[in-house]
């Protein structure tokens, strides 16, 4: 089971909305992964979690708000979003950092109006 | 910076030919290597991966060679079919959590 279960599928919100996305994995993986993805970019890194504590933060804006509740769960706090912020955004997990592969959710399709 | 570069953003191939997508890298940090195959509004879908001790790998139709001296690492699916058109990412991670993503090439199988 390489299965990476994102949370909801599409999602349309407010600039003044609060919303969070959710990603689950049940493959036993320590690192947990937010990434952004535009048309026709490849994935951005976001958000990185190892054994459950924020490991890479690559600059993101404070609007986004990780957390990582268990070993399983991954959650994307958003607020106060802008309409550049749309995009797919992705979670992952793998087993740890290295040589290792990354397994990516379907992601979750965010407009923001 | 673009650290990992695919500098064919298309490529369109006859079904049962060979594809070949390359992919360029510039940090000799890097030892571990990938491949994802995407289809639009979806995640990216792990394919195949190489340690940089290798120079090849090979999975079923799918075969990743890596040539460290040139920075260069290539996906080879033979035989090609229409269900391989997507889009395909190659990655890059040099022993931390970061995984570097190409910009992708479109490939189109013909019928």
């Known amino acids: 089971d390489t299965e990476v279960t994102q949370t909801p599928k599409h999602l349309v919100m407010g600039m003044t909305n609060k919303k969070s996305l959710k990603c689950e994995q049940h493959?036993?993986?320590?690192?947990m992964y937010w990434y952004k993805q535009k048309a026709k970019k490849p994935p951005e890194l976001m958000f990185v979690?190892?054994?459950?504590?924020?490991?890479i933060n690559e600059s993101v804006p404070s609007r986004f708000s990780p957390e990582c509740p268990n070993s399983s769960l991954l959650n994307l706090h958003l607020h106060a979003l802008q309409p550049e912020d749309s995009a797919l955004y992705l979670c992952a997990s793998s087993q740890g950092r290295g040589q290792t592969e990354a397994f990516f959710g379907q992601g979750t399709r965010l407009t923001v109006v | 910076d673009q650290q990992v570069k695919q500098n064919s953003p298309s490529l369109s191939v006859q079904e049962g030919r060979i594809s070949i997508l390359n992919c360029d890298y510039t940090?000799?940090?890097?030892?571990?290597f990938l491949w994802y195959k995407k289809y639009p509004a979806e995640g990216p879908t792990f394919l195949i991966s190489?340690?940089?001790?290798?120079d090849k790998n090979e999975d079923g139709r799918f075969t990743v060679f890596l040539n460290k001296s040139a920075k260069h690492l290539s996906l080879h699916i033979v035989p090609s079919q229409p269900g391989d058109s997507a889009v395909y990412f190659c990655?890059?991670?040099?022993?931390?959590?970061?995984?570097?993503f190409g910009t992708g090439t479109r490939l189109k199988v013909l019928a």
């Open positions: 990655a890059a991670s040099a022993g931390t959590y970061k995984y570097i």
């Open positions: 190489i340690s940089s001790i290798k």
């Open positions: 979690y190892s054994y459950e504590k924020l490991s």
């Open positions: 493959m036993g993986h320590r690192a």
């Open positions: 940090n000799s940090m890097f030892d571990y």
